[in-house]
């Protein structure tokens, strides 16, 4: 009804009035993915331009108006996708977009570029519209295609509830899930969130680049500084298999243990606080939620180990070695006894190794979506906890037969320094050892019983 009055020079000529009339303002990729979008899920479409006769090809269906006057009369939602430095014609509009519902789309280059976000100034530009943010964590590709598993939600916010349920309508219709993060003043942190790297992964990437500079150091002091000074030998090309191969495992095994600290710390807290209704502090929080990201560091790493190990036999010093010890051997006409201890040991942790990452690799597997869907939660936890565990106890049982009796050995400790694995058993030993604790019956009925809602009597 309203557009008849409005002169509009259109692109196609099919017109059907049951269906709702929405306005793009801008013409550029957004904008036109955004359009062929809404044409598929039956509006009809009016694009606002700058140059109305001049602007591209646009979604077949949609009409161009003459000006952005008559876009914005025509329509009572319309969407803004023009960059902010753009915003500054809108005010002369303010009569048109008197109670129209405006959308803004935008996305900044960077954080802090401007002391208020798009959105605000928006409305503060039109005070008489209602201005919702939404679809900017959405790119134009997920636009135009509809929405795929990692792009499902649209986050919305605005001040006007029936502004934001009208975007809600079309939103779902798009076929995406609404998220209302509620008014205006949270649309700083919706545009700040595609600007936002893995923001999940912040946290163990730091971790794991800090422990594996720290043994990378501490294993290139100790062996190969080492022994440069002491024996003026270099074997800085040790660095590239052999010490790559003690870096990534050491770091792998402490990860994997930390995924199983906080939950013990958890539990010692509500232990000790005697109730499960107060809240943990934060950097428990944040270390708990990040749990699958040190995990999968973790099996990573423990995936390299292994494929560093595979290709031990191949290796040119380990074959020249080999070969002169055989050669040494016949020229001084010697044998050596085979040793079914070694034998024993060298096996027992090659296999407590391989059982290790079998485990390891099922753990990562059920923490797929595709897998984890399918499990229970009782199933789902089940492995991650229970079978965890013992990845975990095998990873750290694999090293402890690695080290044998080396700590008993003065040679092992190098300018009084302990070896590396040394170093890597600490927080796996305490964290089995604390898990053990709390499998007491006695802890374990208790911890129980707060977990159920038990609370003790005077709750500190
Ligand atoms: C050390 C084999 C899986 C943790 C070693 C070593 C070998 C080995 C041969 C001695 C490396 C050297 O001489 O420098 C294997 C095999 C595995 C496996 C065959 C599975 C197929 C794992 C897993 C973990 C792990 C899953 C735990 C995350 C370690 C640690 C060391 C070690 C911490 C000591 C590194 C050092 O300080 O030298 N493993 N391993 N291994 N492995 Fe494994």
Redesign the pocket.
């Known amino acids: 009804s309203c557009n008849t009055s409005v002169p509009l020079c259109p692109v196609s000529s099919e017109d059907d009035p049951e269906q709702e009339l929405l306005c793009i303002f801008g013409t550029g990729d957004l904008g036109r993915s955004l359009g062929q979008r809404l044409i598929q899920a039956g509006y009809r479409l009016v694009y606002g331009s700058r140059r109305p006769h001049s602007c591209g090809p646009l979604p077949p269906g949609t009409q161009v108006a003459t000006s952005h006057e008559a876009a914005a009369q025509s329509a009572q939602l319309i969407f803004l996708c023009v960059h902010r430095e753009h915003y500054d014609f809108l005010e002369s509009l303010t009569p048109q977009l008197k109670g129209k519902v405006v959308v803004d789309v935008s996305n900044n280059l960077k954080r802090d570029l401007y002391p208020e976000a798009n959105a605000e100034h928006l409305q503060r530009l039109i005070p008489g519209a209602h201005v919702v943010k939404a679809f900017n964590t959405l790119s134009a590709w997920a636009l135009q295609n509809g929405p795929s598993d990692a792009n499902r939600q649209v986050y919305l916010c605005g001040n006007r509830t029936e502004a934001k349920q009208a975007v809600a309508e079309t939103a779902t219709k798009l076929g995406f899930t609404v998220v209302d993060r509620g008014s205006l003043s949270a649309a700083r942190e919706l545009e700040d969130s595609p600007l936002q790297l893995f923001p999940d992964w912040r946290l163990p990437m730091r971790l794991t680049v800090g422990l594996t500079a720290f043994f990378f150091l501490y294993?290139v002091i100790r062996d190969v500084i080492y022994a440069y000074v002491e024996q003026r030998k270099d074997i800085s090309f040790r660095i590239m298999v052999?010490l790559a191969?003690?870096v990534f495992?050491?770091v792998?095994?402490i990860m994997?243990s930390l995924c199983y600290l906080p939950g013990i710390m958890a539990a010692c807290l509500q232990l000790s606080r005697g109730t499960k209704y107060k809240r943990f502090p934060d950097w428990l929080d944040r270390w708990m939620l990040c749990r699958k990201q040190l995990g999968l560091v973790?099996l990573a790493?423990?995936s390299l180990?292994?494929l560093?190990?595979?290709i031990?036999p191949i290796r040119y010093y380990v074959r020249y070695r080999l070969a002169a010890i055989t050669i040494s051997q016949i020229r001084e006409n010697k044998t050596t006894a085979f040793d079914t201890t070694m034998a024993w040991r060298?096996d027992s942790?090659?296999s407590?190794?391989?059982?290790?990452?079998?485990l390891?690799l099922l753990l990562g597997i059920s923490s797929l979506p595709s897998v984890s869907n399918i499990l229970s939660w009782r199933e789902f936890s089940f492995i991650q906890s229970k079978l965890g565990y013992l990845?975990l106890f095998?990873?750290?049982f694999?090293?402890y037969l690695?080290?044998w009796d080396k700590f008993l050995h003065l040679a092992s400790y190098k300018w009084f320094t302990p070896?590396?694995?040394m170093l890597?058993?600490i927080v796996p030993s305490a964290v089995l050892l604390l898990k053990m604790l709390l499998l007491l019956p006695c802890v374990d009925k208790r911890l129980t019983r707060i977990r159920q809602g038990w609370e003790r009597a005077d709750p500190e």
């Open positions: 294993v052999s191969n003690k495992p050491i792998s095994l994997l973790s790493f423990a180990h292994v560093y190990t595979l031990i060298t942790y090659y407590m190794g391989v059982l290790g990452f079998g390891f990845t095998i990873c750290t694999h090293t690695y080290g070896p590396s694995y890597c058993l």
